[in-house]
């Protein structure tokens, strides 16, 4: 086996241009050549073998030199390094119309020659696509004419069946030029639209790697500013939190000092400046945290999700017990994956579906584990308020909330963070929901392979 492959090999090293590796036309013309010799050289000896025995019994010397010659040939065309693969092809055609010209002599014009004839010019058809279309044609065109010719001056000392007048030459070889014309007319028809089907092919391919770099440019410089934007959000926040530490403890000094000397007025503007600077901390300590978020550092663990949630019952069992929460999950799986930002995902989708219950209705929490092939999905399904569908999107952006503090205490961080914790996963996060009933929140993770 390993000697066919490298005897293959060798033909079609040989037989294939090296410069023309492309989606061409002659490049598929050269790799139709290549297999041909392949296939061509095993083939021939089914026809060699036997002939060289009835030749040898029939004394048909002429043809068992022809027939070796011919497999020789062959051999050369396909194994001997150093002639181009032009020259082969012409090798091969040559070939055929030595064939033709030796059975049509030996054997007779009702015998194989004729249909060796027939078979060079579609040999050369294939072999040189669409150039010089007719030239084909034209050689068997002047191979008959020229036998023509050698039958009725009787050059050669030929077979007895071609013993026939000139006219009857005519009218059977009429009818392999026929067939030729009639290939060299529709085989140069399909290749031209080959070759520009090929054409517009290599065209469109071109095109879509030059989309394709453009797109991965435009990918690279989203992603660079975006690193740009979280290192400034980190150093702004960073920055922004030591002259407010001093603003606080200023405004705590005052309303500790001087609070006798403020009338009622004054006192309600301290107020409010002290309610101020103690959101704006909050705010600068979120935006610190949303753009530390997504770069993963730990190692992948087995995550038991079951204990990740028991472990949520228990951090929030006041609110659960003051609340009358029921969370409902059935055997959730241990994944391996990343326990902090897994953590902080189950949390905050808890937490809301806890914080966004309807008044009078006990909150019901379903969570619900699949595993599929590339990855695990899951849904969070919750009772609450619901969230009216022009407002899926939003939920996602940072600090965007649909209720004032008032109502629901909060920053807007929790989702933005899930989803960018998520997607630093590689998964994706989504919702249904309908005002009144309920959300359901899914997500889903790619499986994370063991190093
Ligand atoms: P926060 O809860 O601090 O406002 P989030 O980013 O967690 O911030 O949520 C953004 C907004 O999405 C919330 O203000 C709320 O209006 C809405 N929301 C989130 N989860 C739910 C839920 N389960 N039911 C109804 N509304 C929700």
Not at 249 to 254: A, Q, R, V
Not at 329 to 340: E, N, R, T, W, Y
Not at 404 to 429: C, F, H, P, R, W
């Amino acid at each position: 086996m390993k000697l066919v492959q490298k005897l293959r090999l060798k033909v079609l090293n040989n037989c294939i241009d090296p410069k023309k590796v492309d989606n061409s036309l002659e490049y598929w013309s050269n790799v139709l050549f290549a297999r041909s010799i392949f296939a061509l050289v095993p083939l021939s000896l089914l026809a060699v073998v036997p002939a060289i025995i009835v030749c040898l019994e029939e004394e048909l010397y002429n043809i068992l030199i022809f027939d070796l010659s011919a497999f020789i040939s062959l051999i050369i065309i396909g194994f001997v390094p150093g002639i181009s693969v032009k020259v082969r092809k012409i090798i091969l055609i040559s070939l055929f119309f030595m064939i033709a010209f030796v059975f049509l002599n030996e054997l007779g014009v009702f015998g194989p020659g004729l249909v060796f004839l027939l078979a060079s010019s579609v040999v050369m058809m294939i072999f040189f696509p669409t150039k010089r279309v007719k030239l084909p044609f034209i050689l068997t065109l002047i191979f008959c004419i020229l036998y023509g010719v050698c039958i009725h001056y009787k050059v050669f000392e030929i077979h007895e069946s071609m013993n026939v007048p000139i006219m009857a030459w005519v009218a059977i070889s009429s009818n392999v030029l026929f067939l030729s014309a009639l290939f060299s007319n529709q085989i140069p028809f399909l290749f031209s639209r080959l070759e520009s089907t090929i054409e517009e092919q290599s065209k469109l391919q071109i095109s879509l790697i030059a989309a394709n770099k453009e797109l991965q440019a435009s990918i690279d410089q989203i992603e660079k500013k975006n690193i740009e934007l979280e290192q400034f959000a980190f150093v702004a926040s960073h920055d922004l939190q030591e002259p407010l530490r001093t603003v606080v403890s200023f405004l705590g000094k005052i309303n500790k000092d001087y609070k006798d000397q403020f009338d009622e007025k004054g006192l309600q503007y301290l107020n409010f400046a002290s309610d101020g600077a103690i959101r704006m901390k909050q705010v600068i300590l979120d935006l610190l945290f949303y753009s530390r978020t997504g770069n993963i550092t730990e190692d992948a663990v087995d995550v038991d999700l079951d204990l990740l949630i028991q472990n949520y019952k228990l951090l929030r069992y006041s609110i659960i017990s003051e609340k009358s929460v029921s969370i409902k999950a059935d055997h959730l799986p241990v994944i391996l994956s990343f326990k902090s930002p897994l953590t902080h995902v189950f949390h905050s989708i808890l937490d809301n579906a806890i914080k966004y219950s309807q008044d009078g209705i006990d909150p019901i929490i379903q969570i619900v584990a699949e595993e599929r092939d590339m990855e695990w999905y899951f849904s969070i399904e919750d009772n609450g308020i619901g969230i009216e569908a022009e407002y899926f999107d939003k939920i996602f952006i940072i600090f965007q909330r649909l209720h004032n503090q008032g109502d629901y205490g909060g920053t807007g961080i929790g989702l933005s963070v899930a989803k960018k914790q998520i997607e630093s996963l590689g998964g994706k996060i989504w919702l249904e929901s309908v005002p009144g009933k309920g959300s359901k929140f899914f997500f889903s993770l790619p499986k994370t392979k063991k190093q």
